[in-house]
């Protein structure tokens, strides 16, 4: 595999962890509709809040914050997969769009931000 998706995968690892250690749980993780994707679902402990956050990894933040890859067309991908998961889940409760960025390469020398109301796919 290559570097760049194995600092990936350990950038959605410390995202869904820190996620966990917020309160939320779990529900997926690389959820698929076809090509599009989410990279994180969790939800609330008392169900009432589901998150959809995408994950943004980088070794540094020299060039650009890892938030600044996540362009219209990206936001829109994720609000039409957002649409098909909720309604194939039949998930009735308040969603919210984060960016969770990680900067680094190791467990101890990382950066996470979470971004909470990130963005608004109906707006993209």
């Known amino acids: 595999m290559a570097e760049h998706n194995d600092l990936g995968k350990w950038g959605e690892e410390k995202a869904a962890a820190y996620l966990r250690s917020q309160g939320f749980a779990i529900r997926d993780r690389d959820w698929r509709d076809g090509r599009r994707d989410l990279d994180i679902v969790a939800i609330s402990q008392d169900e009432r809040l589901l998150v959809i956050a995408e994950v943004k990894t980088r070794s540094s933040a020299d060039l650009e914050e890892p938030e600044q890859a996540v362009d219209r067309k990206k936001i829109r991908n994720i609000g039409i997969a957002a649409d098909t998961y909720i309604r194939q889940f039949a998930i009735d409760c308040e969603v919210r769009f984060d ?15 979470h971004i909470e109301n990130a963005f608004n796919p109906l707006l993209a």
């Open 99 to 113: 960016i969770i960025s990680v900067v680094g390469t190791d467990d101890t020398h990382c950066r996470i931000e």
